[in-house]
């Protein structure tokens, strides 16, 4: 019973990571698509619109990369923690078995 909690807190875990992930992209979508319809405004000459819509793509990348490794970072930690409070957990209620036997 104890492992099967455990194992669904790690399940919740990992949807709760994966459902940032998916919110991180969308966000990064709409900012693209933000900045690609505010670069229009600003210029007509197509070459240079195409250079200014690879920068904003260049960057973004980048900001999506980042982002997403601070989330899988502070995920990481979390599940670690987890982990050793489980661990903890099963510690404490093998010695409390050996008491009661």
Do not use: C, N, P
Not at 29 to 50: A, F, G, N, P, Q
Request: aromatic fraction near 6%; proline fraction near 0%; charged fraction near 50%.
């Amino acid at each position: 019973m104890i492992k099967e909690s455990q194992a669904k807190q790690l399940k919740l875990l990992s949807h709760l990571e994966e459902r940032e992930k998916e919110e991180v992209k969308k966000w990064i979508h709409s900012w693209r698509k933000d900045e690609y319809k505010r670069l229009s405004k600003v210029t007509r000459d197509k070459s240079e619109l195409d250079r200014m819509k690879r920068e904003v793509s260049t960057l973004l990348v980048d900001k999506g990369v980042e982002e997403r490794a601070k989330k899988t970072e502070l995920y990481e930690d979390i599940r670690a923690k987890l982990e050793k409070s489980h661990k903890d957990i099963l510690k404490k209620f093998e010695e409390y078995k050996m008491k009661v036997i």
